[in-house]
């Protein structure tokens, strides 16, 4: 019911948003636009995956140790890439007000493994600015391979953020700003039981400021974005002798491009690096890590911004009209503290190829074979996973004018 509830209440949010055109006589240049698809998936791991992610390739998901999901061999049915969404379009004085509600039913956080709603974007735009969910401009949605598996390559800046966006330049080329939500993740490494650990919280008192540029030409585009961030934490309960509070400065830059090798084959690709932007990698670790720090007894352990790499190379080809594939690679290394956990996730592999076949227009089926692979931090463990998968994806898409 609350699920529900929450449906209604966002689409009650992107009408209210189209009243003010009708009442301002504009409703003959709306353009309203429903689409999405309805999809299954189904396949078979050769090896272990935690089961909340049966259906995805996530390596920091794989098992951390020997059996740590049970037994290997497992297959899988699922329609949680279902999409839908609606956006509407209407030109004015100010330049065109797009307003941009989607969903679809890939449960995360606590609603990992569920088919269940999940808001992708809840965003509007008019003129130069822009505000709400949306990807954020420190990614490249446009380096996404066309592939069946859904979570996509783990070395990929991936995040729909809450923002406020300013974007000077739109078209051919490109220039966005952005403000958004600041957030991150800690992990306490081998001092994780500590007391002293839990009484310290995170603060976040300015968001996280982002950049993008991307230059068109004729053999594809090149894009660069950045990305600063503020991240503070505070020991709320401080002894006599130790006091935990402190800060780090997160940063990132990332590189990306699409190459037109010919007509039917397009390269894909990518190459990002910083420290503390975990959260905004597809399959990333934890933005702040533990670090030893002997020579100071008043803080005997510091958080530190981890450091990160992120690449992604992918090819799409289309074969015939009916035929297309996409293959490629993809891979995070985190450069963890010294402090951290021998099991912690720091290297996460990803590499996948495809067939699909596009027998009438708006139906995609085809069989993918994907690999991902975990590599911890300093005990020496990996671990692998095999997949095979069969999809079925029917896509809708209707276009209203008033």
Do not use: C
Not at 80 to 109: A, D, H, W
Not at 150 to 155: A, F, L, Q
Not at 255 to 275: D, I, W
Not at 314 to 334: H, M, N, P, R, Y
């Amino acid at each position: 019911m609350d699920k529900i509830k929450m449906i209604v209440r966002y689409a009650s949010v992107v009408l209210l948003s189209l009243a003010p055109m009708f009442a301002n006589g504009q409703d003959d240049a709306l353009t309203l636009r429903m689409y999405g698809h309805a999809m299954l998936d189904m396949g078979y791991n050769f090896h272990q995956i935690n089961p909340d992610w049966s259906d995805v390739v996530r390596p920091s998901q794989l098992p951390s140790f020997k059996n740590e999901y049970g037994a290997n061999g497992n297959t899988y049915f699922g329609v949680r890439q279902t999409r839908f969404g609606v956006e509407s379009v209407v030109p004015n004085s100010m330049g065109k007000l797009k307003v941009l509600f989607e969903f679809e039913l890939m449960g995360t956080g606590v609603d990992a493994g569920q088919t269940t709603f999940r808001l992708r974007h809840a965003y509007g735009e008019l003129g130069q600015f822009g505000a709400g969910q949306y990807w954020s401009p420190f990614m490249d949605i446009d380096v996404f391979p066309n592939t069946l598996e859904y979570w996509g390559p783990s070395g990929m800046v991936f995040f729909r953020n809450i923002q406020f966006r300013w974007m000077p330049l739109k078209g051919k080329n490109k220039l966005t700003f952005a403000l958004e939500r600041p957030g991150a993740s800690a992990d306490g490494g081998i001092y994780a039981d500590k007391i002293q650990l839990r009484n310290v919280h995170f603060r976040f008192p300015v968001p996280d400021f982002s950049a993008e540029f991307r230059k068109k030409f004729s053999w594809g585009y090149l894009e660069m974005a950045t990305m600063l961030r503020y991240i503070e934490w505070e020991d709320i309960e401080p002894d006599d002798n130790i006091n935990l509070s402190d800060n780090a400065i997160g940063w990132g830059v990332n590189l990306s491009s699409n190459v037109h090798f010919s007509a039917s084959t397009t390269g894909r690709f990518q190459v990002v690096y910083g420290k503390g932007i975990q959260n905004y990698m597809n399959d990333g670790g934890t933005d702040i890590g533990i670090a030893h720090n002997i020579d100071d007894e008043s803080k005997p352990i510091k958080g530190v911004a981890q450091p990160v790499l992120g690449v992604v190379a992918f090819v799409d080809q289309q074969w015939t009209e009916k035929f297309t594939s996409s293959a490629g690679f993809s891979l995070l290394d985190i450069d963890h503290a010294d402090a951290q956990a021998p099991d912690t996730y720091a290297q996460g592999q990803y590499a996948l190829a495809n067939l699909l076949y596009h027998p009438v227009e708006n139906v995609v089926t085809g069989v993918e074979l994907q690999y991902g692979k975990r590599k911890n931090y300093s005990d020496g463990f990996t671990s692998d996973l095999v997949k095979v998968q069969f999809s079925f994806k029917y896509i809708f898409s209707a276009n209203m004018r008033r």
